[in-house]
């Protein structure tokens, strides 16, 4: 039998425990007037176990940095990605409406994107503390604004009494490869067979930005980066594995009843989530029942 629990401890080592799941989005939006959309695809960084895309519709809420080398703005969105097609490797990916941001808004070819994102896999309504995946980031509207000092902490609370639910619910991924010194975050526009590559290992590092078609001409054509969003469990997992020992016979007699409660005590159960470095801060400790 195996109990599983979320608490927060350990939350930073999670890269080394983690499955796989691609998302593609390869449709550019293109407004009415001629604006170019800011693109993305998701991949979710498991190791363990392997699945192809999300199983079901999961909501991803992004936070936005825009730089020009001497200001900065910052816009709030969400995506929605849909289960994985069957045979396919990755989960479509989409952004509505009022959610879609767009280059020229956020300095244009001058601009160079940051994104930290946050999501529960396979989940569009999750509630924590009284607000859903989008609230936790800073509130601005449908825009872009600027602030006095960065922001990209949320808070994030686990259940004291867990479940399967809790469990599921409060699976919280976070995304911050985009960025300057990030890693493999980056689709570059490749002017030789004029397209994107499709996803592979051949990604840049860094932040988005405007690629040139001819480096030599400042004011010539171009393309904008598209961006891939890595996202990593920000929560660690406390598996016990029960054993028979003497005295218990090998007839299947060896079960719990009913509401049996396995209990773990002083571990981690909220804090902040710093999206930027991906650790935690201002953390309160409780202890946690597992309800079998």
Request: aromatic content about 8%; some cysteine.
């Given at each position: ?27 550019e939006n293109i407004d009415p007037n001629s604006k170019t959309s800011i693109s993305f695809s998701v991949e979710e960084n498991h190791t363990p176990m392997t699945r192809a895309g999300f199983t079901a519709s ?201 509401g049996t409660n396995v209990q773990v005590l002083n571990v981690p159960v909220s804090g902040d989530l710093d999206l930027s470095a991906g650790t935690w801060s201002d953390v309160n400790s409780d202890d946690i029942?597992?309800?079998?």
């Amino acid at each position: 039998m195996k109990v599983l629990f979320r608490p927060l401890t350990l939350a930073a080592l999670l890269v080394a425990s983690a499955c796989t799941s691609d998302i593609k989005d390869d449709i550019e939006n293109i407004d009415p007037n001629s604006k170019t959309s800011i693109s993305f695809s998701v991949e979710e960084n498991h190791t363990p176990m392997t699945r192809a895309g999300f199983t079901a519709s999961t909501k991803i809420a992004m936070r936005i940095k825009s730089e020009n080398g001497t200001a900065a703005k910052y816009t709030r969105t969400v995506a929605t990605a849909s289960a994985a097609a069957s045979g396919k490797e990755y989960s479509d990916i989409s952004t509505d409406g009022a959610y879609i941001r767009y280059w020229d808004d956020a300095f244009g070819r001058a601009a160079k994107l940051s994104v930290f994102a946050l999501a529960v896999p396979n989940k569009t309504d999750v509630v924590n503390n009284g607000k859903n995946v989008e609230q936790k980031l800073t509130a601005g509207g449908d825009g872009w604004f600027t602030e006095a000092t960065e922001n990209e902490k949320i808070n994030w609370t686990v259940s004291t009494e867990q479940t399967a639910e809790t469990l599921a619910n409060e699976d919280l991924t976070y995304s911050n490869n985009i960025k300057e010194g990030g890693l493999n975050g980056v689709y570059k526009y490749d002017f030789a067979t004029e397209k994107y590559p499709v996803y592979s290992a051949d990604l840049e590092d860094g932040q988005m930005k405007f690629r040139l078609r001819d480096d030599a001409d400042v004011t010539g054509p171009g393309k904008f980066d598209k961006g891939h969003l890595i996202f990593n469990h920000a929560l660690s997992r406390i598996t016990v594995n029960l054993v028979k020992g003497e005295g218990f016979s090998g007839d299947g007699s060896f079960q719990f009843a009913t509401g049996t409660n396995v209990q773990v005590l002083n571990v981690p159960v909220s804090g902040d989530l710093d999206l930027s470095a991906g650790t935690w801060s201002d953390v309160n400790s409780d202890d946690i029942d597992k309800i079998h």
